[in-house]
């Protein structure tokens, strides 16, 4: 004889016939690149992010005899590619959201986009000698190359 569901058990029924794990990966992504973009706008003394330009300033560009002024504009470069990855999976949640049949070779893209991304910021870590940040940037293609695995092959059109 079938049991009747409990509430939570209806309730999360719900919740996943309403939203895809592309819609959630796509909210996470999202979230991850705009702060992280805005981070390089909004970093203070009194900014709870990380001091990217700081860090830049004051370790990593001397290693290679820099001038600590390129810290600023290398900020801001990495900071608007980072807001415009953020916007592309914003469109990739909304396509989801919305349930249409690209959303899937959308959040790829995306993928695709942001791995090549940190592909190139780990190629600055070489450079300056960051060994923490390949560690970062390593761990973040792997979680970008799982959201792509779990996400499944895209139909073809």
């Known amino acids: 004889m079938p049991s009747n569901p409990s509430p939570l058990t209806s309730w999360l029924t719900g919740v ?3 939203l895809s794990l592309a819609a959630v990966l796509s909210f996470h992504w999202c979230l991850f690149f705009l702060l992280n973009g805005f981070d390089k706008f909004f970093n203070s003394e009194n900014f709870f992010g990380a001091n990217f330009k700081g860090l ?11 001038d600590s002024s390129l810290a600023q504009p290398i ?5 608007i590619a980072e807001l415009i990855l953020g916007v592309l999976f914003l469109i990739a949640l909304l396509s989801a959201l919305r349930r249409r049949s690209s959303t899937i070779k959308e959040m790829q893209g995306c993928v695709t986009l942001s791995v ?14 960051a060994r923490d940040a390949m560690l970062q940037h390593g761990v973040f293609i792997a979680a970008l190359l799982v959201s792509q695995f779990v996400l499944g092959p895209a139909e073809s059109d």
């Open 16 to 18: 996943n016939a309403k």
């Open 56 to 66: 830049l300033e004051n370790d990593l560009l001397g290693r290679l005899d820099l």
């Open 75 to 79: 900020a801001i470069i990495v900071g």
């Open 116 to 129: 090549l991304f940190f592909a190139l910021l780990s190629a600055g870590a070489v450079l300056f000698g």
